[in-house]
């Protein structure tokens, strides 16, 4: 919890240890996922080679977009976990964003470790409706979480679409 400074010539308010919790425990969760997404996400030949949609971004983008991405669902993490009524809940709401950060970092494992586009695809539904349940869930707590994974949603709702394209195009024989 946030406390007033003891010394009364208007410096700023400590913060105790508990209060930093859930912000050490959001920001090194959407570190990891955007370090282990990183590091299992390969342009190289194979994913050069794929057939992809005119409307593709660029991939100088993607890095970009998923800093913006993680670092919003890092702070949704902190406030719906901040605002949450008890422990109970608050467990829950941060089971469900380390279930939501698990099937992210799985997407680019499927896709480009395995090479399965096919099987990513199939994930990325998943991955979505964990979103929309962190959405919901979040929202019962914390007006400003929800808001804070939009962007989230409608990045992976366009990257279902470019991943739906991929897959299309690609079909062995095709």
């Given at each position: 919890m946030i406390r007033e400074a003891?010394?009364?010539?208007?410096?700023?308010?400590?913060v105790s240890g508990a209060a930093l919790v859930p912000a050490l425990v959001g920001g090194g969760?959407?570190?990891?996922?955007?370090?282990?997404?990183s590091t299992l996400t390969d342009t190289g030949p194979w994913y050069r080679a794929l057939a992809k949609p005119s409307w593709t971004p660029p991939d100088a983008a993607f890095?970009?977009?998923?800093?913006?991405?993680?670092?919003?669902?890092g702070a949704a993490a902190v406030?719906?976990?901040?605002?949450?009524?008890?422990?109970?809940?608050a467990d829950?709401?941060?089971?469900?964003?380390?279930?939501?950060?698990?099937l992210n970092i799985l997407w680019s494992?499927?896709?480009?470790?395995?090479q399965r586009p096919?099987?990513?695809?199939?994930?990325?539904?998943?991955?979505?409706?964990?979103?929309?349940?962190?959405i919901v869930a979040s929202a019962r707590h914390s007006r400003a979480a929800p808001l804070m994974l939009l962007p989230y949603l409608a990045w992976v709702?366009?990257?279902?679409?470019?991943?739906?394209?991929?897959?299309?195009?690609?079909?062995?024989?095709?």
């Open positions: 003891a010394h009364p010539r208007g410096r700023a308010p400590r969760a959407a570190l990891l996922i955007a370090i282990l997404g890095g970009a977009i998923w800093t913006v991405i993680l670092a919003l669902w406030a719906a976990w901040r605002a949450a009524p008890d422990s109970r809940r829950w709401l941060v089971g469900l964003f380390a279930l939501n950060g698990f494992l499927l896709f480009f470790r395995l096919d099987l990513a695809l199939l994930e990325v539904g998943l991955l979505l409706a964990s979103i929309l349940w962190l709702s366009v990257a279902a679409l470019l991943n739906w394209e991929i897959v299309r195009l690609n079909v062995p024989g095709a």
